[in-house]
Each structure stands twice: as C-alpha cells, then as structure tokens.
C-alpha cells in the first residue's frame, strides 16, 4: 500500500483525463470520453483504491471528459471525497493550476487534480525536483491520457508548495501498471 511517508506532509495526485472521443461538431469542452476511456478510469480508479491513493479532495476541470473521469474513479472509492469544478483548469497554465492548489485548507492531505495536457505534464515537470528514477524517466516521455503522478511534499501547508519542492513518488498509466 503506498502511504506517506513520515516526512511526507502533502500528497498531490495529478491524473490527466482518460481517452476521450472527437465525436464531430461537439466542441472541446464537450468530449465525452471514448469506451478504451471508461475502461482506463475505472482501471486507475481501482489501482488508486487498492494502493491507498485516496484524496480528501478533488479539483475537476469542467470540460465533460475530465468530469466523467472522475465520476468513473470516485465511483471506485469507499469514500465520499469532497470535489471542486474549478473553472480555470480548462484551457489552463501550470501557474493557474498551483493557484488552485494552494487554496486548498489545512484538513486536506491529498488533492487529486483531474485535467488535462500539456498543462498536467508541465505542472510535474514544473514541481518535481527529484523522485523515483523509472516514474521521473517516464514522466519526461509523456503524460498519456489517464496518467497519473504522485507527488510527495514536506511542507505542511498547500500554500507552500512551489517549483521544484516535489518528489515524484511514482508515474503510472494503464499501460504500466
């Protein structure tokens, strides 16, 4: 089971949105996901439960593919999990996503941020100082649709967290696991 560490204080999932249609005349925002992407979420759902990756708190991009990957994760969970559609994610840039992030209070431990590429592989890239050597080397590959990166910070408070301050605890996709 992957648990925190003791000089682990944060954990920051960061899961891109699973395979998703390109049904024609359906703008970006309204892409539903793909059948290979209701397997993928279900399947990471069910490693992220089974590796003891739960969040107290989800940020959801609101475009219909981020939003129907988290369905299909949560729905995996035991847990009630609080969630958030934050408006900037879609379309969004690294800083915008650490903006969300650091609003996060001091109850939650572990955020999951559901959203999309190329911003969730440069939000790694851009937090991530060191980590395992096989997830950093994949990370630096590709961010594949629901992909997921776990990342461990010593600091205590969200507000805390800034470039480089990260440790890559693990990279996984459906296609590693």
């Not at 891109?16 to 793909?34: F, N, T, Y």
């Not at 035991?78 to 650490?98: F, G, K, M, N, Q």
């Not at 999309?116 to 851009?126: G, V």
């Not at 805390?160 to 890559?168: F, W």
């Amino acid at each position: 089971m992957a648990m925190m560490t003791s000089s682990t204080a944060l954990r920051l999932l960061l899961l891109r949105h699973a395979k998703s249609a390109r049904p024609e005349g359906v703008a970006d925002k309204d892409r539903p996901l793909a059948e290979r992407g209701h397997k993928d979420a279900l399947f990471m759902g069910a490693l992220m439960a089974r590796e003891g990756l739960i969040p107290d708190l989800a940020l959801v991009s609101p475009a219909r593919r981020t939003r129907e990957t988290w369905a299909l994760v949560q729905g995996v969970f035991s847990a009630d999990i609080r969630e958030r559609y934050v408006a900037s994610l879609y379309d969004s840039t690294p800083d915008r996503l650490l903006n969300a992030i650091r609003e996060a209070g001091p109850e939650v431990k572990t955020i999951v941020l559901v959203g999309h590429n190329p911003e969730m592989e440069e939000t790694a890239a851009l937090l991530c100082n060191t980590g395992e050597a096989d997830a950093m080397a994949r990370l630096s590959g590709k961010f594949p649709t629901a992909g997921l990166a776990v990342i461990d910070f010593t600091v205590t408070r969200w507000a805390d967290i800034s470039p480089k301050n990260g440790y890559l605890e693990r990279f996984v996709t459906p296609k590693s696991a």
